[in-house]
């Protein structure tokens, strides 16, 4: 079993900034793809960023050139820089596992999940 805890999230203005972080811990590997999704009200998850065991990174068009995905492997910890935060960000934001090396944008290949974070944008 892999359990794995977002933190990070929180209220900020349109144009902010927010960093979240992603724990994983248990039978876990740095080896492991990791990627964060979102969903906001009455919309489905989307996946928003993912980095390869490798440290090979997707995003999302929507998010390109304002977030970036890192990995602190030492710390089975997966970081989503967000910057020029939008309302339209506002989401609940989760980090998921996949027990591979490579990422994947479909959520139903990720293995494990965290219990999200709540983003609000502000305009």
């Known amino acids: 079993q892999v359990q794995v805890v977002e933190s990070g999230g929180g209220l900020v203005q349109a144009g902010g900034s927010l960093r979240l972080s992603c724990a994983a811990s248990g039978r876990t590997s740095s080896r492991y793809a990791m990627g964060w999704f979102r969903q906001a009200p009455g919309k489905e998850r989307e996946i928003v960023a993912a980095?390869?065991?490798?440290?090979?990174?997707y995003y999302a068009d929507f998010v390109k050139g304002r977030f970036t995905i890192s990995r602190a492997d030492a710390k089975n910890t997966v970081y989503l820089q967000m910057n020029g935060l939008k309302p339209e960000d506002t989401a609940v934001y989760y980090c998921?596992?996949?027990?591979?090396?490579?990422?994947?944008?479909?959520?139903?290949?990720?293995?494990?999940w965290g219990q999200g974070t709540q983003v609000t944008v502000s305009a």
């Open positions: 998921a596992v996949e027990t591979g090396e490579y990422y994947s944008d479909s959520e139903a290949l990720y293995d494990y």
């Open positions: 980095i390869s065991g490798r440290g090979g990174t």
